[in-house]
């Protein structure tokens, strides 16, 4: 049984970094092709990726927020920890961590999210 | 960077009713397209990869379609438990995911 939790603060005053771990279980992220994502929600706005760690330690990160993020594992935890520097109010959300079961046998990139958390949500405020 | 549309916004549908979706990209993303469902208070629920194959315990009433930069996702006959946020996402053009806006499927 696959299940992902997201953990971390959640209220962190403006200017600060958040740090946030996702602890899986039922995988393990050393398997070839398994990748593991964090994606976060704005109330009531759209999903938007962040983040992507594989299993050999391949980074990839939102071009819009790369200079902010960095996401690293811990394989004998079973833990993904995602960093988000100088905070701000719009970065309020609800963050999930993802897996990815395989890289896309066509386009050798990796694929869709079929096991999510159940989020955490933080709030940005002084 | 792809951008996926989704329309409508919002689609009210009766119960028992067929409810069509739609979601479209800026570029070709071939069959790299995911469909998820999101319920309030939920994390999303994958439903369709590949734009047409059901994802582990999917119900058949819930079918997807398209290639290129037109996918739809078709619920045959809705039950109670679908009126839901339905969201698109593209995996094909990496190293950057990208999700539609949504698409509120509501109760009529």
């Known amino acids: 049984q696959v299940t992902l939790r997201e953990s971390g603060p959640a209220l962190v005053k403006p200017t600060q970094t958040l740090t946030l771990t996702c602890t899986f279980s039922?995988?393990?992220?050393?398997?070839?092709?398994?990748?593991v994502s964090w994606v976060r929600q704005p109330p009531g706005k759209a999903l938007e990726w962040l983040a992507l760690?594989?299993?050999?330690?391949?980074?990839y990160y939102s071009t819009s927020l790369k200079t902010r993020l960095t996401i690293s594992k811990d394989t004998s935890k079973n833990q993904v920890v995602l960093t988000m520097t100088n905070m701000d109010p719009v970065d309020t959300a609800t963050y999930y961590c993802?897996?990815?079961?395989?890289?896309?046998?066509?386009?050798?990139?990796?694929?869709?999210?079929?096991?999510w958390g159940q989020g955490t949500l933080v709030t940005v405020s002084s | 960077e792809i951008v996926m549309t989704q329309s409508p916004a919002t689609l009210s549908v009766s119960p028992g009713e067929r409810a069509t979706l739609s979601c479209r990209a800026s570029?070709?993303?071939?069959?790299?397209l995911a469909w998820y469902q999101q319920k309030p208070g939920q994390a999303p629920r994958l439903l369709i990869y590949?734009?047409?194959t059901r994802a582990t315990g999917i119900p058949a009433r819930f079918s997807g379609s398209g290639s290129g930069t037109e996918f739809t996702l078709t619920i045959s006959s809705l039950q109670s438990e679908d009126f839901a946020v339905y969201y698109c996402?593209?995996?094909?053009?990496?190293?950057?995911?990208?999700f539609g806006q949504g698409t509120k499927l509501e109760i009529k």
């Open positions: 590949g734009a047409s």
């Open positions: 570029q070709s993303v071939s069959s790299n």
């Open positions: 039922g995988f393990s992220l050393s398997t070839s092709g398994m990748c």
């Open positions: 993802a897996r990815s079961p395989n890289y896309d046998i066509l386009t050798g990139y990796p694929s869709f999210f079929d096991y």
């Open positions: 996402q593209q995996y094909n053009n990496w190293p950057l995911y990208t």
């Open positions: 760690i594989d299993w050999d330690d391949d980074k």
